[in-house]
């Protein structure tokens, strides 16, 4: 089975602050992570995926397969990043190649 | 491209009654996807489908809920007999090809079930 935890409820950082949102997962394969964000009022829309290695928004992640995480990190946070962030994984073989599981989601403000 | 559409956007039932959720898929795109968030919870697969197709209806509960995609039109998650429980927010996902493809979230429908 596939699961993905999210173990920040809420996280509060000031303007300019380092940001680190943590996401661990359990997968028996070569999961693929996602990022996915939600500022207010808006919908759900990606974020950033581990295999493009791409920053977006100043926000990196790098896949760690020993630890199985995929934390998201920003060095400097700006009040337009407060937004819930959710943690995905999709898995690499039949049923479970479309199918995204995620975790509770992380809620982020940042503070002036 | 308008994106993925959902209507309506928020729907109020009472128990007992039938609640029709839509979801147009963003242009190009022929493969879709719902989930259910429930509060406090991440968001959970339910069905995944194709014109014409249900290719997978894992996460679906067994009773009470359907889903379809026809040929012409929106694809509808029908959920029959509302409960309390079946309070959430519902969202659609579309993607052009179902396999190593971005999915792309609609708006959702918050469901209360009064």
């Known amino acids: 089975a596939q699961r993905v935890t999210q173990p920040e409820k809420l996280l509060s950082v000031f303007k300019g602050a380092p940001v680190e949102l943590k996401c661990n997962y359990s997968?028996?394969?070569?999961?693929?992570l996602f990022w996915y964000v939600q500022y207010s009022r808006q919908r759900l829309q990606l974020l950033l995926r581990?295999?493009s290695r791409e920053s977006i928004k100043g926000f990196t992640a790098d896949l760690n397969k020993g630890e199985t995480s995929f934390h998201l990190k920003k060095p400097f946070a700006q009040e337009e990043d407060s937004a819930m962030y959710y943690c995905?994984?999709?898995?690499?073989?039949?049923?479970?190649?479309?199918?995204?599981?995620f975790g509770k989601g992380t809620l982020l403000t940042v503070n002036p | 491209n308008a994106g993925v559409m959902q209507n309506p956007r928020h729907l109020v039932r009472r128990r007992g009654q039938e609640a029709r959720l839509r979801c147009s898929p963003m242009?190009?795109?022929?493969?879709v996807y719902w989930y259910r968030q429930l509060p406090e919870e991440g968001l959970k697969f339910m069905v995944y489908?194709?014109?014409?197709?249900?290719?997978?209806e894992s996460g679906m509960p067994k009773e009470r809920f359907s889903a379809e995609f026809p040929k012409e039109g929106p694809s509808i998650l029908r959920i029959q007999q509302v409960v309390r429980g079946d309070s959430a927010a519902y969202f659609c996902?579309?993607?052009?090809?179902?396999?190593?493809?971005?999915?792309?979230f609609g708006p959702g429908t918050r469901l209360l079930v009064l």
């Open positions: 996902a579309s993607s052009p090809a179902g396999f190593l493809e971005t999915q792309y």
């Open positions: 997968y028996s394969g070569s999961p693929e």
């Open positions: 581990h295999i």
């Open positions: 995905a994984l999709r898995g690499d073989s039949g049923g479970s190649n479309y199918k995204l599981t």
């Open positions: 242009k190009g795109h022929s493969h």
């Open positions: 489908l194709q014109k014409e197709n249900i290719i997978d």
